[in-house]
């Protein structure tokens, strides 16, 4: 899918809000409140800055959000027109020039890189360990290979006009939600089903076609946004060579 085409996808997502309990439960369980106090931290794939603000929060420093979607960005800064501390911008993360080498001590990616190609997240990655200190923090999520049933509904949403696909989801989402329910492994609400999960196949790359090393994969969290089941979490630790994979 190419770039512009993702934006507009969520563009549809720029009235969802994460609910700021599971934020902070998810925040909690990947950071201590000492790795985010006082640091600075850039939000890959902001959305509307439910994570973002979820930062600040804790303690960061400042929080730069970025988004391909221009539409989300707009709500973002709507959202959250008198905190100094954060700003947003329309960027693809594929390309961050707009950011200096080791700007920040963290970043975090959450719902985003696996929307792009396999290339395409290799040179996400490789702008993230650029900008990010050595020994500071990427927080990476991918999704897991998925089965039959996950392939076979990725390729009917891809097949599917985007407004019709919308109109679907807008109107029989909630016929799906026991089945998608105890297939993922956990409750989910129906604003979630329709956006983090049918309206997200469209586009998305199920597995990790990046050679990271072990060491740095960690148990996902369970909650209502992601779970070990279906999930991949890294919190890669940068070295001072910035080589953050098996091979180059």
Known sequence: MSNSNSGKIFNYTKNYFLNQNEV????????????????IVLDAG????????????KGAKNVYGIDLSEECINVAKKRFPNNKNLEFR???IQNLKIFKDSTFDIVICVGTIFYLSPEGMKKALDEFARITKPQGII??????KKGF???TARYI????PLRFYISLINNFSFLLKPFVSAMIGRKI???YLKYDILLSLKGIYFGIPI????KFKIKTLTCENCSEKTTTSYKIKIPKDKNIYLDN
């Open 149 to 151: 049933i996950g392939n």
């Open 211 to 214: 050679n990271i090393p072990n």
């Open 157 to 160: 949403a891809n097949k599917l």
């Open 90 to 92: 329309q960027r693809d």
């Open 189 to 191: 609400n129906n604003e």
């Open 139 to 144: 927080l990476v999520l991918f999704h897991k």
């Open 46 to 57: 902001c959305r509307v800055g439910d994570y973002s603000i979820g930062l600040i929060n």
């Open 24 to 39: 902070k439960k998810f925040l909690d369980y990947y950071f201590a409140d000492k790795e985010i106090k006082n640091k």
